[in-house]
């Protein structure tokens, strides 16, 4: 087995025996379960807050399978994105901070092999538990929703991974880049909250991976959405972040 | 002390380019942090199967020297070879062949020795049996057979050891330790410093520490680091040779408050020192007072009991080099 597979298969190992696991896998798992739940529960809640104070009245239509989607994905847009801002900072730096990073590189492992290995795991975990999230989330809603239309909710849950992906890679490199776990999570919140501001400018939003992130909902309607440069600079900038990463990696003193 | 090392070990003049039979060495290597130099043109040679000693107190340069050694840390200037290899250079190739122990190793806690040792015999891309039977081999020396318990509930000494361990797990031809005793109990002092003795005459061993004991014990030649420049290279006897500060004789007679008066006033004498009925002479010439000195005892009248050269200890030469450069 070579040193690459003999820490790909360390990185699994550590994903199901450690906190790794209930990060992003639990935290998806449990947003799955809750948002039909909370989408279901909604306008009793409501109701329930109006009766307490006379005079106010509530009309709220009936919820359906597409809110508890709409619901799910905009809890994937928010909460997950930023506990894989978080696992993401840690990617490297909690190996340099335990001093783990030292033992294993001072073997016939390249800093490059490093990297990539972590990523690959770091971006396994996230296909799993988006793909576990997503499955959860429509048997869920389809107990108690009955069956709605699928196909829009599974489009725009794709689109949201080939971005959350490409946040991942972009933490993986700050992860590299920067000495601690703290500041790389900092920056990595900074620029999400820049590609935020970026779906507010058409021509911005249209030709970069903040398209991604403003074409959940209209997919979810089943609209068409021009996604090729979206897609596109998404995959660019995944690619670029790890070469990146790599590059930061190298020049690293340990 | 491993003797043939120790012969084969003795400081060699500066080469050219890196020595095939040198297992480490270090030529004008400089490191710079901003405009703090933690090492200051260090030329060292270390010879193949020696067990190497490098000394220096907290914050001589030590650890980066290690640190470049093992590939972690890059040189400002100067050059590093390993294995007649520059380290920079050679990356994998060098790496396959050295053991490191940092001076506090970190595990993965959530593994159990026997787990972590397979771990690192994976990345040197062991085959199955070798790596069965390293890791039963390693884990034995170690002391840590049949410990099941993960490496976070491990004691500071296991994890020591474990570190050992698992630097030697690819058989390598050259080990880096650094500190590897250093905030252990004396009996896991003993257990690593026992584990490095065994190696002896089978792969050279780098060794960095400030406790001069364990250097005694193990080590056949030594360097002395000080503000990241290397001041002395020998092996111990030599060191003790050259740098001790005076040299000094025991005295043993029947009547030692007499003896001190009839030297105190002798012009080779420097220093006399009384411990119960032994006397210890610090001399600034030892053959003049080893001839001269049965002739003063027999002048004063007195019985001569004991007189023998008393050896400078490693810790005397130590602050003879560095004690009184330190701020």
Redesign the interface.
């Given at each position: 087995m070579s040193a690459f597979s003999t820490f790909l298969g360390k990185e699994r190992r550590e994903t199901f025996r450690t906190w790794r696991l209930w990060i992003l896998p639990g935290i998806t798992l449990g947003l799955a379960l809750l948002s039909p739940v909370l989408t279901r529960l909604t306008p009793e809640l409501l109701r329930a807050t109006a009766n307490s104070q006379p005079g106010v009245v509530i009309h709220v239509p009936p919820p359906t399978a597409r809110d508890s989607y709409v619901q799910f994905m905009g809890n994937l847009g928010q909460l997950v994105i930023i506990a894989v801002i978080i696992a993401g900072a840690a990617t490297i730096a909690a190996e340099r901070r335990a001093g783990t990073a030292v033992l294993v590189l001072t073997k016939p492992i390249s800093r490059a092999g490093f990297v990539v290995a972590k990523a690959i795991s770091q971006l396994a975990v996230l296909v799993c538990a988006t793909v576990l999230g997503v499955a959860v989330c429509i048997a869920t809603t389809v107990a108690l929703f009955g069956a709605g239309s699928i196909a829009p909710f599974v489009a725009a849950a794709a689109l949201w991974l080939a971005f959350a992906a490409m946040i991942l890679l972009l933490m993986v490199m700050l992860s590299a880049a920067m000495r601690s776990q703290a500041p790389a999570v900092g920056a990595g919140i900074g620029l999400w909250i820049g590609l935020l501001v970026f779906t507010g400018f058409p021509l911005i939003r249209d030709h970069s991976p903040a398209g991604l992130m403003a074409a959940n909902d209209a997919t979810l309607r089943g609209r068409d959405v021009a996604l090729l440069w979206p897609l596109v600079t998404t995959a660019i900038a995944g690619a670029v972040f790890l070469a990146a990463a790599i590059w930061f990696f190298r020049r690293r003193e340990l | 002390m491993n003797d043939a090392g120790a012969a084969a070990a003795v400081t060699v003049p500066p080469a050219p380019g890196p020595s095939a039979s040198a297992a480490v060495e270090l030529r004008g290597l400089t490191k710079l942090y901003g405009r703090k130099a933690a090492l200051d043109g260090v030329d060292l040679t270390v010879a193949s199967g020696a067990i190497f000693g490098f000394l220096g107190p907290n914050g001589a340069g030590k650890t980066t020297t290690l640190?470049i050694l093992?590939?972690?840390?890059?040189p400002t200037a100067g050059s590093a070879a390993v294995l007649g290899r520059d380290v920079l250079a050679a990356?994998?190739q060098i790496?396959?062949q050295?053991g490191?122990l940092?001076d506090?190793?970190?595990?993965?806690g959530?593994m159990t020795a026997a787990e972590f040792l397979r771990?690192?015999g994976?990345?040197?891309?062991l085959d199955d049996a070798t790596l069965r039977a390293r890791v039963a081999a390693l884990l034995e020396l170690a002391g840590l057979a049949g410990v099941e318990a993960r490496i976070g509930a491990f004691s500071r000494g296991m994890k020591q050891r474990l570190g050992v361990a698992?630097a030697l797990i690819?058989a390598p031809r050259l080990l880096l330790l650094d500190e590897p005793t250093s905030a252990l109990d004396p009996i896991g002092r003993k257990d690593v410093l026992d584990m490095i003795a065994a190696l002896a005459g089978r792969t050279t061993v780098f060794f960095s520490t400030h406790i001069l004991a364990d250097v005694e014990r193990v080590c056949d030649t030594v360097a002395v680091l000080d503000h990241g420049r290397v001041v002395a290279q020998d092996t111990i006897d030599g060191l003790k040779q050259r740098h001790g500060h005076g040299q000094r004789l025991l005295v043993e007679v029947d009547d030692p408050a007499r003896l001190v008066q009839a030297v105190a006033a002798l012009p080779w004498v420097a220093l006399v020192e009384r411990s119960g009925a032994t006397l210890r002479l610090t001399v600034s010439d030892l053959p003049t007072a080893e001839r001269a000195l049965p002739a003063v005892i027999a002048a004063a009248g007195l019985g001569l009991r004991r007189l023998e050269a008393d050896e400078v200890s490693l810790e005397e030469v130590f602050v003879e080099l560095v004690g009184e450069r330190r701020p």
């Open positions: - | 640190r093992a590939g972690l840390a890059r990356g994998n790496r396959s050295i490191f940092p506090v190793p970190g595990f993965y959530w771990f690192a994976g990345l040197f891309d698992q690819n």
